[in-house]
């Protein structure tokens, strides 16, 4: 038996609501049926999700995502760079063109280094 590979991605966030308000209006993704304590976002191949902690986890306890690296693919990088600029948002990475296209990495409301890329 064998793995397949990642089926499903969520962060562990402080405030659902605000971290899938954030998703949804700064990255224009859309919302699916979620199970509580969750809201998960109909993105393709692989589902990603914004959860509640789970118990015994202190999302303040050390830099969140410290070692992980989160990917999400945009058909227009530099315009989503824009918007996110143009809302405040804060850019740990500008961008620049490498193998996967422009690139940059942006901090979400917890602080999650997310990087957004526009090469399939």
Known sequence: MTV???DFLALQVR?????????ETQLGLRR????PGAVVFGTTPVPFAVREALPGVDLDAAPLGAGVALW??????????DRLV??????????FDGPFGRTF?????DGYAVT???KA
């Open 4 to 6: 397949t590979g990642p």
């Open 32 to 35: 699916v049926p979620s199970p």
């Open 72 to 81: 999400l693919h945009a058909e227009d990088a530099q315009g989503v760079h």
């Open 105 to 109: 990495v942006f901090a979400d409301p």
């Open 116 to 118: 957004i890329h526009d």
């Open 15 to 23: 405030d659902l609501e605000r971290a899938a308000e954030f998703y």
């Open 86 to 95: 143009a809302a405040g948002v804060p850019v740990v990475t500008p961008p």
